[in-house]
């Protein structure tokens, strides 16, 4: 299993970005996959997530109308269009999936928002 973001950056506040996780290994359309980060000094949190599908989604209240997950089965790569972006919205950026009992990370990428 592999799974590789990128779209990271430095972008100010009110901006926008989109990150991308190209997945490999497993099917990816059986399974659900989420977005997580982790900002300086803080625990990991779920920002969002979505089924295998793509017909379900659902976001922390600190990014809902303001981000939005996709996926596109085809090119198994899972999306997150992030606009509005607030400092507090700086943090490491992982793609996560849940297989076979175990979770499953990207290496990250850094979205630091900042004037």
């Known amino acids: 299993v592999q799974l590789v973001e990128s779209g990271g950056g430095l972008v100010q506040p009110g901006g926008s970005l989109r990150l991308s996780c190209a997945a490999s290994?497993?099917?990816?359309?059986?399974?659900?996959m989420n977005w997580r980060r982790q900002g300086p000094g803080k625990e990991r949190e779920l920002v969002a997530t979505i089924t295998g599908a793509g017909t379900s989604t659902n976001y922390a209240e600190s990014v809902k109308g303001r981000f939005t997950i996709s996926r596109d089965n085809a090119k198994n790569t899972v999306y997150l269009q992030m606009n509005s972006l607030k400092p507090e919205d700086t943090a490491v950026y992982y793609c996560?999936?849940?297989?076979w009992g175990r979770g499953y990370w990207g290496q990250g990428t850094q979205v630091t928002v900042s004037s």
């Open positions: 996560n999936a849940n297989l």
């Open positions: 290994g497993f099917t990816f359309s059986n399974y659900g």
